[in-house]
């Protein structure tokens, strides 16, 4: 029974909570105003302004920022950013080459790799070994159309 009680009370308290319906005509100005501002006081205003930047270096309100805070500290922080770029480009510009040099190489490669299964072929067909001649030339041209179909395919 006791709660069934206390069920009922907080009903009521709820009730009670509630605004009382309007006369037909609405609330008067005064009291939408009223209103309004305890609206205000009970959730308040929030306001949030929010800044980005892009770039390697900060922007140049937060370097005049660092600079108040010790002399010479955004001219330190450019330096740095500078010097970071260069390594960077340096590194990119080191692997570039390095992929170059490596292509170059593959090439060479295939190149000789051919070269060597024509004189290989050309062997096999004054010894009188016809298949293996065949065989020889057909491996060769079966390479160059593979690496020619993938090198289509992957756009290069």
């Given amino acids: 029974m006791s709660a069934k009680?206390?069920?009922e009370r907080?009903?009521?308290q709820k009730e009670s909570a509630l605004p009382k319906p309007q006369q037909p005509g609405g609330p008067?100005?005064?009291e939408f105003a009223s209103l309004a501002q305890t609206v205000q006081q009970v959730v308040g205003v929030v306001h949030r302004t929010e800044t980005s930047w892009k770039g390697p270096v900060p922007n140049p309100a937060d370097l005049k920022a660092y600079e108040a805070i010790e002399p010479g500290?955004?001219?330190r922080l450019i330096k740095m950013t500078e010097n970071a770029l260069e390594h960077r480009q340096s590194i990119e510009s080191r692997?570039?080459?390095a992929t170059i040099g490596a292509l170059r190489a593959g090439r060479w490669m295939a190149f000789l790799l051919g070269f060597l299964l024509l004189?290989?072929?050309g062997y096999c067909a004054y010894l009188g070994e016809a298949a293996t001649a065949i065989t020889c030339v057909g491996t060769e041209v079966g390479a160059v159309m593979i690496?020619?179909?993938t090198g289509v395919v992957k756009g290069r």
Wanted: proline share 0%; glycine share 4%.
């Fill in 5 to 7: 009680k206390d069920k």
């Fill in 10 to 12: 907080r009903r009521q």
């Fill in 28 to 30: 008067t100005r005064a």
């Fill in 73 to 75: 500290l955004a001219a």
């Fill in 95 to 97: 692997a570039t080459e």
């Fill in 119 to 121: 004189g290989l072929a």
């Fill in 147 to 149: 690496a020619y179909i």
